[in-house]
DNA sequence: CATCCACCGGAAAGATGGGGCT
DNA sequence: AGCCCCATCTTTCCGGTGGATG
């Protein structure tokens, strides 16, 4: 991402020196190995892969519902809006494009109709929100207009939003996948009104995606009355429907790798972490992954098994590695009390003075008490520590305890290997 | 049983750095 | 060039909290 100039120090021309030549046929036979004993197509087992639509498993009532509710929009009348509930997993974005790309396609000749995905997880202001959808709407050769990432008001992109579908469709659909974790509901507001307030010709149907079934009581009434959505639930996959679904990812693997056992394994598995669909396909990614590092000629039960637990702790280490330093310096203060003491559970001074100690220690700044308790706040978000409050009466007060939810040796472990700690004095605790 | 301790957490504003427009 | 806008992180200020304490 950044220049490279710091690395690179081995790229000059020079071929004849020997070690390079070694390096770049370790890296061959790696690249090279050309049969792969287990996986015959492993894109089938990434999260992002969409199944072609017929093997959508166990949906049909929904798409029937959804369906219904967004008729209109393919002869040209406005859909209903739509709010989607449904645990993680549980095929709601599936469906939602599903039926979306449906709708495109069976629109009558003179609708101009199309839609778009919106991941409010990664544009969660309202601004990001409306230049995305801008952009993702948005033709430059047919329009003329060019929308830029940033740098614009949120007013500015509304505007060139409302050009755009002005310009270039009669209806669209927009899907707000994770709407729940959008900072306000001022976009909802923007696109339920684009109608009425004359902003564009355009009909918009939204599709709101939500795991949070609380979410549409906490909706801004004005919202609510503008949107007036229809609610559409989906309930997790039972066992056998997520046996069906990996079934028909099998064909990521070579024929016969699969002890008979796997799927039904990683089935009853996911089932039992709420029917997530999402989780039965990672675990048995991770159980070829598995498989193959052992050099095993086919998946076994065992293998499953151990996936579990390898993919729950890559998980965690992916997450621990990604968070900001203050905050792996907030959460290497917890997890060094935690390896000094007895007791799991830290009120938060406590913390912070250990955390002043580390940040003294590799000359980082310390940050206010009060930024600290965000930092812990955000941490127990992650679900990496928790806390819980407790009141400690006239000599004490209310306090936060903080508690690591993985091993201490774990997190210390993960959080030494980031460079910026190395220098750390080991084990600098006692109080 | 009223008090009171000292920490919690909301609000607002500053700092910094991304960028576009005219 | 000078101005405007937005995102993110941080600090400052301060009212709220509720069980242990006397």
Redesign the pocket.
């Known amino acids: 991402m950044e220049d490279g100039s710091s690395r690179d120090t081995s790229v000059p021309d020079d071929a004849e020196q020997p070690s390079e030549d070694a390096e770049v046929n370790i890296a061959q036979e790696i690249f090279s190995q050309q049969e792969d004993p287990i996986f015959a197509n492993k894109s089938l087992l990434e999260i992002s892969h969409v199944p072609s639509f017929d093997r959508i498993v166990g949906r049909d009532n929904e798409i029937r519902k959804l369906s219904e509710e967004l008729r209109g929009a393919v002869q040209g009348y406005s859909p209903e809006n739509v709010i989607v509930y449904g645990k993680t997993g549980t095929g709601k974005s599936l469906v939602s494009k599903y039926v979306s790309s449906q709708a495109v396609a069976n629109a009558h000749d003179d609708v101009r109709i199309g839609y778009e995905y919106l991941d409010c997880s990664t544009d969660?202001?309202?601004?990001?929100a409306a230049s995305t959808l801008a952009r993702a709407f948005n033709d430059p050769e047919e329009t003329g207009l060019?929308i830029?990432?940033?740098?614009?008001?949120?007013?500015?992109y509304y505007k060139r939003l409302w050009q755009v579908l002005e310009q270039r469709y009669d209806v669209v659909l927009i899907i707000l996948d994770e709407a729940d974790l959008m900072a306000d509901d001022n976009l909802l507001m923007k696109l339920s009104r684009a109608g009425e307030s004359g902003n564009t010709d355009c009909r918009i149907g939204v599709i709101a995606i939500s795991n949070k079934i609380e979410w549409a009581e906490d909706l801004n009434e004005r919202v609510k009355s503008s949107l007036q959505p229809k609610e559409l639930s989906f309930h997790p996959y039972d066992a056998q429907q997520l046996e069906e679904i990996l079934q028909h990812r099998r064909d990521a693997f070579k024929p016969d790798v699969l002890d008979d056992g796997v799927i039904p394994l990683c089935a009853a598995y996911a089932a039992s972490d709420f029917g997530d669909a999402r989780k039965a396909i990672d675990v048995l990614r991770h159980a070829g992954n598995v498989a193959y590092e052992r050099d095993a000629d086919t998946v076994t039960e065992q293998h499953v098994k151990d996936a579990r637990t390898k993919a729950e702790k890559d998980r965690f280490k992916e997450l621990v590695e990604g968070i900001?330093q203050?905050a792996k310096a907030s959460l290497l203060a917890l997890a060094i009390l935690s390896l000094n003491s007895e007791q799991e559970e830290f009120?938060?001074?406590l913390v912070y003075r250990q955390y002043q100690n580390i940040c003294d220690n590799i000359g980082q700044?310390?940050?206010?008490?009060?930024?600290?308790?965000?930092?812990l706040?955000e941490l127990a978000f992650l679900g990496i520590v928790d806390n819980r409050?407790e009141?400690?009466?006239?000599?004490?007060?209310?306090?936060?305890l903080n508690r690591l939810v993985e091993e201490p040796e774990i997190v210390y472990e993960i959080i030494r290997d980031d460079a910026r700690f190395e220098t750390l004095t080991n084990h600098l605790s006692e109080s």
Not at 124 to 128: A, K, M, P, R
Not at 148 to 156: C, N, Q
Not at 391 to 400: K, P
């Open positions: 969660n202001t309202e601004t990001q060019d830029p990432e940033r740098g614009l008001s949120t007013a500015a900001p203050q009120p938060t001074q700044d310390v940050r206010s008490e009060r930024r600290f308790r965000d930092i706040k409050k009141n400690l009466g006239r000599s004490g007060g209310i306090t936060l």
